[in-house]
């Protein structure tokens, strides 16, 4: 059949190219590859023709459309003289026939005719990794044909210079650097409009040139399974970790027996979710843990980092190990007002590569990282992961993808294995075994060259190294996207490059990696350049070493100054009027969406958690008593800070009982509301000094961890539970140097006096705890809490209703409801009988006392009662707008 030859022809629409056995030759549309396609319907890097020894191969990569021999799509498939092979659809794709050599087989020069798609190839010689870039004029002169270089900005009103840069495109038939071509300026646009070193107008269209046409049809349609599952009638097949199941998986995120297939007699299948941690999903929604539901042809099983679908009598699983297509389609947001902050962004990502994101300040490059991300939705367009929506799906395929937000997610207190420790346990299903999980960590730190800092603090990592480890925090469960917001700012140009360096390599290893960043030092490193121009339009997409060239300038500082100088002029426009639009954009941009799976109506997304609500929590307390413990000198201040305010109450030198008589006259003590006074107020300071800031400070780790699966309520519940031990304790505190130098009652309403008093100032340090906790939800910086925190402790002072008389004033004493303070001393004021010893507002009625302060044990137990309800109505107050910071499609 033709094995043997190592020799063999390939011909195409009445060409022919003889291939040697000694290259490998890529088919597709990327002008830098060997057998460039122009028809929509083949893929960018479609497929390969290699020798294999005792044959040639074909090998699709992967492509939307598929690779045909003999009718039939294949993955790789023998080549031999007389086969038959279709690009991108079996009946009319383009046709490529391989015949045996004649004695000399010569390739001839590929022809452009315009009015049929065009194909041609390389040289014999090697391709490079990149194509050359065409030469730039050196600076103080101006190569024809590329204004802007080294030329001054034309006077306001002055016609900008005519001609652009035309992209390599279809010019990098020759591995000779080429000097770009001018295009004549199309009149839409005047050229006065227009930046130095752009053509006026748009570039017109080059005709003759194939339209994209769709990417297949649903979830997978552009690769093949990874594996069949034949299930005969009635047979159950297991899924899960443990050895013991039918198909048995070693991806972390999946149980130890997670789900189980059965065969149906109406040749669907039946799933049963056997009450796994991370949950079955059916159409990218989840599963009710132990339900039970029928998967028909049409319908998308995830499980892990694998899907599954019915056809026919078998069961095909894909596995996503990273070659995963990724695309966004004419995103629009649009913020309050009707103001578009991004608009109409399309662009494809080539799987596996690292694609870096810049533009000037106000651009949208935060707005599309949210928006590619399902943290911010688009308001128009969709996200496709693999041909399924990103925001429909959120809950299925938030699994596969990391986000390394700017501030690192990190607790920096702690040591490097320490805190993946703890993220792995969150992350990781509960029934993972120790070892399986500090199995994945040590290869994570192996990978990113961490493990000889495994146990240093993370505080004691340069600004390289912490990025780092933030990067190996999301590598733990293998995503195949990660998109990281700025990883360099901040750093030299030395750990620039390094961790652009770091992406490359997570890149080439199998993921696809997008980074938005203010650096353009290390763009070269990058497969693909996106370009956001003011107001949120995309300027350009297309590789690095190109784009330059596209906008006619010499430095990336002129293109931003080119971008604030003309930020009326239509960049996005000229973009889509170029030819390097339709070269690596186009697809994405005029694609038809694919058919989509049946969805449920929008809803709020709920999804499972890796571990369950106690295990957590558990989690959460000792990660949280870690980093408390590893920070010394909070620890001091949380015992020195509480020591200083019972130290200034003993500065009073009183007693809590009645004052000697004098005169006759009736004995009072106006001193012991004030010595409670300052008592109360220190332990308002106290408690909402302890967490004013907790909540702040770690709003990007809880944003990440609340997408990953974390418990709201589990999370607020670890803050009150060390909070309130803290407080507790700072409360005994106050209270025993308070009370330690004091003659007081001899009998209390139910217990001693001191400890009613001190339940009292620890029930008034739980509550101002809970305020803190609300200004830490509400402020958007920490530098805004301290003013809040003094604000708060003095309206404590004025509302206690001992500097003056509250009760009996309308409006006054219903707002003073409010605050702790007003409950807390009339609890202490209950145990002393503050209304017998303070001396009366009205001295001409010594009977009219403060209600509050009776010294019966139903009004202690009232004041006490009110006192904790404030703190559990703060408590839910915080549950609430903590929702304000997590993924929005999490709250619809």
């Known amino acids: ?152 900005p034309p006077a306001q009103g002055a016609p900008a210079p005519h001609g652009w840069p035309e992209p390599p495109g279809h010019q990098h038939i020759s591995q000779q650097p080429q000097q770009p071509h001018p295009q004549q300026p199309l009149p839409h646009v005047p050229a006065q409009h227009a930046p130095p070193g752009l053509a006026a107008g748009h570039p017109g269209h080059v005709p003759g040139h194939g339209q994209a046409q769709g990417h297949g049809q649903g979830p997978h349609a552009d690769r093949s399974p990874t594996t069949f599952h034949q299930l005969a009638l009635g047979r159950v097949m297991r899924i899960g970790r443990a050895l013991e199941n039918e198909l048995v998986v070693s991806d972390l995120q999946v149980s130890r027996h997670h789900a189980e297939f059965t065969a149906t007699p109406d040749g669907r299948f039946q799933l049963r979710d056997l009450g796994s941690h991370n949950g079955s999903y059916v159409n990218g929604q989840p599963m009710a843990k132990s339900a039970t539901v029928l998967i028909g042809p049409q319908d998308i099983v995830g499980i892990g980092h694998s899907t599954f679908r019915v056809v026919g009598d078998r069961l095909e699983e894909f596995v996503d190990t990273g070659e995963v297509s990724f695309s966004a389609r004419h995103l629009t947001v649009t913020v309050d007002g009707g103001k578009q902050i991004l608009r109409d962004v399309s662009f494809g990502v080539p799987e596996k590569s690292l694609v870096a994101v810049i533009g000037p300040s106000g651009s949208g490059k935060s707005t599309l990282l949210k928006a590619l991300t399902g943290y911010r939705p688009a308001n128009e367009g969709e996200v496709l992961y693999d041909q399924r929506s990103l925001y429909k799906q959120f809950a299925e395929l938030r699994q596969r993808i990391g986000l390394v937000p700017q501030d690192d997610i990190l607790h920096k207190e702690l040591t490097v294995r320490k805190a993946l420790r703890y993220a792995a346990k969150l992350r990781f299903p509960g029934d993972t075994a120790t070892a399986e999980r500090e199995a994945r960590i040590d290869e994570v730190l192996r990978e990113l060259k961490l493990d000889i800092h495994r146990d240093k603090k993370i505080t004691a990592l340069s600004g390289g190294q912490r990025k780092r480890v933030s990067v190996a925090l999301e590598l733990l469960t293998k995503p195949s996207l990660i998109f990281l917001d700025e990883p360099t700012s901040g750093l030299d140009p030395g750990m620039d490059r390094d961790v652009m360096q770091l992406l490359r390599g997570l890149a080439d290893d199998g993921r696809t990696v997008l980074v938005v960043t203010h650096s353009v030092a290390e763009l070269s490193l990058c497969d693909k350049l996106l370009v956001m121009a003011p107001g949120g339009s995309v300027a350009y997409f297309g590789p690095p070493d190109e784009a330059l060239n596209f906008f006619g300038y010499d430095t990336w500082a002129d293109v931003f100054s080119a971008f604030e100088n003309y930020r009326d002029y239509d960049w996005a426009g000229r973009w889509r009027g170029s030819q390097h639009y339709r070269l690596y954009a186009a697809d994405a941009d005029q694609a038809a969406a694919p058919a989509q799976v049946p969805q449920a109506a929008p809803r709020q997304i709920r999804p499972p958690k890796p571990q369950s609500w106690g295990a957590q929590l558990f989690t959460l307390v000792r990660r949280y008593l870690s980093v408390i413990g590893s920070d010394k000198g909070f620890m001091g201040l949380m015992v020195i800070l509480p020591a200083v305010l019972g130290l200034v109450s003993v500065v009073i030198p009183a007693k809590f009982g009645l004052a000697a008589p004098d005169d006759g006259k009736t004995p009072f003590n106006g001193d012991a509301g004030t010595i409670m006074l300052i008592l109360a107020v220190g332990m308002c300071f106290s408690g909402a000094a302890n967490s004013v800031r907790e909540l702040i400070k770690e709003r990007v780790i809880y944003e990440r961890e609340r997408a990953t699966g974390l418990s709201r309520s589990a999370y607020l519940m670890s803050k009150v539970i060390v909070l309130g031990m803290i407080t507790a304790l700072q409360g005994v505190i106050i209270c025993g140097i308070g009370f330690a130098t004091r003659e007081l009652p001899s009998e209390g309403l139910l217990m001693p006096p001191a400890v009613e008093m001190c339940l009292v100032i620890i029930a008034l340090g739980f509550t101002s705890m809970m305020f803190g906790l609300v200004i830490s939800s509400l402020v958007k910086t920490a530098e805004k809490t301290m003013p809040l925190l003094v604000m708060f402790a003095i309206v404590q002072v004025v509302f206690t209703g001992v500097l003056f008389k509250i009760y009996g004033s309308p409006g006054l004493e219903q707002f003073a409801y409010l605050m702790p303070s007003r409950w807390a001393i009339a609890g202490v004021g209950a145990t002393l009988d503050l209304g017998r010893l303070m001396p009366p507002w009205d001295a001409k009625n010594p009977g009219d006392t403060d209600p509050l302060w009776e010294s019966t044990v139903a009004q202690w137990g009232i004041n006490i009662g009110i006192l904790l309800a404030i703190g559990v109505v703060c408590g839910l107050a915080v549950a609430r707008l903590l929702r304000r910071h997590e993924p929005e499609v999490m709250r619809k």
């Open 1 to 152: 059949m033709g094995h043997g030859v190592r020799e063999l022809v390939l011909e195409w629409n009445g060409r022919s190219w003889t291939l040697d056995p000694a290259r490998t030759y890529t088919l597709g549309r990327d002008p830098q590859g060997d057998v460039v396609f122009d028809d929509g319907r083949v893929s960018w890097r479609h497929a390969s023709i290699r020798w294999g020894g005792r044959g040639w191969i074909i090998e699709d990569h992967g492509s939307t459309n598929g690779t045909y021999a003999e009718g039939h799509r294949v993955q790789q498939t023998d080549l031999a003289a007389g086969a038959v092979v279709r690009l991108g659809n079996a009946t009319d794709g383009p046709l490529l026939t391989l015949t045996a050599p004649p004695a000399q087989a010569q390739a001839p020069a590929p022809a452009h005719g315009h009015d049929q798609p065009q194909a041609y190839a390389r040289p014999a010689a090697p391709a490079p990794a990149r194509a050359a870039a065409p030469v730039a004029p050196a600076h103080g002169g101006q190569a024809q044909g590329v204004p802007g270089h080294g030329a001054p």
